[in-house]
């Protein structure tokens, strides 16, 4: 149930390229959000989603609740998006409907 | 506002030893949460609480015990320190989107 999966693990890109990171989850959620962690440790949300897509600037994040999917892009990529992005789920459950499942996070380096 | 804030930022106990993390947010949030982050790990979440009064258990709770006696404050309590609490602490608050604390830093030696 608590299966959330990203990747790629790593990823290595140079400035201005355009950006995609995939999550993907095992069973029916109410949300799901993205978080950045940078590399000092602090860690900010993101986005939420429970439908559709999201913009923030140069990020889109988008969910396909069919396919139990998201995906968070960025366009223009810079140097200063240097950080791990991580994918959290809160399940429809009742049990566990206030609880958060994280992914391990996908590092991105972005080269200048 | 001042978000969410943890005390102390880095400690170093040895084994055996207790102490208190604490936590403390000013956005009247009703849902605060403690987690963990190993290295290559997920957060994974310790105890979370819903509102004053009310704690529950999350995945790893284990050699942990957290209160909530007020809506602003949620202290996570180490008894009998053990190397595997070595780990970085979150504390984190929700209303919608959270918003998490700057992080402890724990080694248990």
């Known amino acids: 149930k608590n299966e959330v999966e990203q990747s790629p693990q790593n990823l290595t890109a140079q400035e201005g390229e355009f950006i995609t990171i995939n999550c993907s989850y095992s069973?029916?959620?109410?949300?799901l959000h993205w978080l950045q962690q940078h590399p000092g440790g602090g860690i900010v949300s993101l986005f939420m989603l429970s439908s559709g897509k999201k913009k923030h600037g140069r990020l889109i994040a988008t969910i396909n609740i069919q396919e139990k999917h998201s995906s968070l892009h960025i366009t223009a990529s810079h140097p200063r998006d240097s950080a791990v992005y991580i994918c959290a789920v809160r399940y429809r459950d009742g049990d566990t409907g206030n609880q958060f499942y994280f992914g391990t996070g996908t590092s991105l380096t972005v080269i200048p | 506002n001042a978000g969410v804030t943890q005390t102390p930022k880095f400690r170093i106990l040895k084994i055996g030893q207790s102490m208190t993390l604490q936590c403390t947010q000013d956005m009247n949030h009703n849902y605060m949460y403690w987690y963990r982050q190993d290295p290559g790990m997920g957060l994974k979440l310790i105890y979370y609480?819903?509102?004053?009064?009310?704690?529950d258990k999350g995945e790893v709770p284990n050699g942990y015990n957290v209160s909530r006696s007020t809506t602003e404050d949620f202290p996570l309590r180490l008894e009998l320190a053990a190397p595997s609490q070595t780990s970085v602490y979150f504390c984190?608050?929700?209303?919608?989107?959270?918003?998490f604390g700057p992080g402890t830093r724990l080694t248990v030696l």
């Open positions: 609480s819903v509102g004053a009064g009310i704690t």
């Open positions: 069973v029916g959620i109410s949300a």
């Open positions: 984190a608050s929700r209303e919608g989107t959270q918003y």
